[in-house]
């Protein structure tokens, strides 16, 4: 099947198998390897990239239904380059040890940031539920989520939107 899908701002046109999940598109057609893949059970959460705004496990999605969408992944984070505050966050607070599991962090990190621009520690542990990190026992994450908050311009709280499959 033919795709077409804006990844971060960019248009790409590509055959695909219909089989073919939305993460091995990312890392392998697209090269950006950035996204993890750590696990056949949708149980890590490596792989959150934004489908249209919203964090979704990228191996939980084909890559079909991505057709027509727009995908973010962590390296479409950066405003050029001018860090994130997430990334930035994670650096000042030492968010990350392996680094395996950080794109999806961040990933999900920003979303809940984008909704929920002042989280509490509640807040930010209930929107990472759904993912592993096999090294830092969290608090550096919570901690650096918490940074990013604080260092970030004041903006609008963007709608409320349904955050799939991240906290399942
Ligand atoms: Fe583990 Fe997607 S790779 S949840
Ligand atoms: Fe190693 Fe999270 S930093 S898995």
């Given at each position: 099947m033919q795709i077409t899908v804006k990844v971060n701002g960019q248009e790409y046109t590509h055959d695909v198998e219909p089989r073919l999940l939305l993460v091995h598109y990312l890392r392998d057609t697209l090269r950006l390897t950035g996204t993890h893949w750590g696990c056949d059970t949708s149980n890590c959460g490596v792989c959150v990239v934004h489908l249209d705004g919203v964090p979704v496990k990228s191996c939980t999605v084909l890559a079909v239904m991505a057709d027509?969408?727009?995908?973010?992944?962590?390296?479409?984070?950066?405003?050029?380059?001018?860090?994130?505050?997430?990334?930035?966050?994670?650096?000042?607070?030492?968010?990350?040890?392996?680094?395996?599991?950080?794109?999806?962090?961040?990933?999900?990190?920003?979303?809940?940031?984008?909704?929920?621009?002042?989280?509490?520690?509640?807040?930010?542990?209930?929107?990472?539920?759904?993912?592993?990190?096999?090294?830092?026992?969290?608090?550096?994450?919570?901690r650096s989520i918490r940074w990013a908050a604080e260092h970030s311009a004041p903006a609008e709280a963007a709608p409320v939107e349904t955050q799939q499959e991240v906290t399942a």
């Amino acid at each position: 099947m033919q795709i077409t899908v804006k990844v971060n701002g960019q248009e790409y046109t590509h055959d695909v198998e219909p089989r073919l999940l939305l993460v091995h598109y990312l890392r392998d057609t697209l090269r950006l390897t950035g996204t993890h893949w750590g696990c056949d059970t949708s149980n890590c959460g490596v792989c959150v990239v934004h489908l249209d705004g919203v964090p979704v496990k990228s191996c939980t999605v084909l890559a079909v239904m991505a057709d027509g969408h727009e995908v973010t992944t962590v390296e479409g984070l950066a405003n050029g380059a001018e860090l994130d505050p997430v990334q930035q966050g994670f650096a000042a607070c030492h968010g990350l040890q392996c680094g395996f599991c950080t794109p999806g962090m961040m990933m999900t990190a920003r979303w809940l940031l984008d909704q929920r621009p002042d989280p509490s520690e509640e807040d930010i542990r209930e929107a990472i539920s759904g993912q592993l990190c096999r090294c830092t026992g969290y608090e550096n994450i919570v901690r650096s989520i918490r940074w990013a908050a604080e260092h970030s311009a004041p903006a609008e709280a963007a709608p409320v939107e349904t955050q799939q499959e991240v906290t399942a």
